[in-house]
C-alpha cells in the first residue's frame, strides 16, 4: 500500500540524544484547547492547520513536522513546521534556542511519565529548572503499523536563543 502521508521515515537513534538548535525556525501555529494538559482533537486541529496553510500559500518543511506546545493546562499550540514564508505575521511563530531530543516509543498516555522523567533528569544532569518542552509527533496513525507504534520525540530547551548549549 503506497504511503498516502507526509510523515518521514522516522529513526529512533538518528533523534534520540540529538541537540537541535533552531535560530528562528518558521512554524505555522494553530491555536488550540487542552483540558488540564490534554490536547482535545488533534485530527481536527492538524486538518484545519494544514487547510490555512494551503490558503495562505505555505509549503511545508522538510522533515515534515507537527508539534504541540502547552502554554498553560487549558491553552496550547499545534505547530507545523514550514519553509521561510519571507513574511512574518499571526499565525507565524518563529522558535529559537537549543533543545535536547528524547524518543518515545509506544501510547500517548505515556507522555507525561517520560516528560517527568526528562524535566529530572536535565534537571539533575544540567540544572534547568522546569524546562519547556515541546512534543514532535514523528508518526501519524496511518504509519504506526509499519513503525511499531507512536513516535514522539520530546525536544528539552536547554538553552536560551542567546546562549549555545552546554
Known amino acids: 500500500m503506497p504511503k498516502t502521508c507526509p510523515c518521514p521515515p522516522f529513526d529512533r537513534a538518528e533523534w534520540d540524544g540529538r541537540t537541535i538548535a533552531w535560530k528562528a525556525k518558521p512554524f505555522f501555529r494553530e491555536k488550540v484547547g487542552l ?14 492547520a494544514h487547510a490555512a496553510i494551503r490558503r495562505a500559500g505555505f509549503r511545508l518543511a522538510d522533515p515534515y513536522q507537527v508539534i504541540e506546545r502547552h502554554r498553560n493546562p487549558f491553552a496550547g499550540d499545534i505547530l507545523i513546521a514550514i519553509e521561510e514564508p519571507g513574511r512574518d505575521a499571526d499565525p507565524i511563530l518563529r522558535i529559537s534556542g537549543a533543545f535536547l531530543a528524547h524518543v518515545h516509543l509506544g501510547p500517548y498516555g505515556g507522555l507525561g511519565r517520560a516528560r517527568r522523567a526528562l524535566r529530572d533528569r536535565i534537571r539533575i544532569e544540567q540544572g534547568i529548572q522546569s524546562p519547556e518542552i515541546l512534543f514532535w509527533y514523528a508518526n501519524c496513525p496511518a504509519c504506526w503499523g509499519s513503525a511499531g507504534g507512536p ?16
Open 35 to 48: 483540558v488540564f494538559g490534554v490536547l482535545v482533537d488533534i485530527p481536527g486541529s492538524i486538518r484545519a
Open 151 to 166: 513516535a514522539t520525540v520530546l525536544l528539552v530547551r536547554i538553552a536560551s536563543p542567546e546562549a549555545p548549549p552546554g
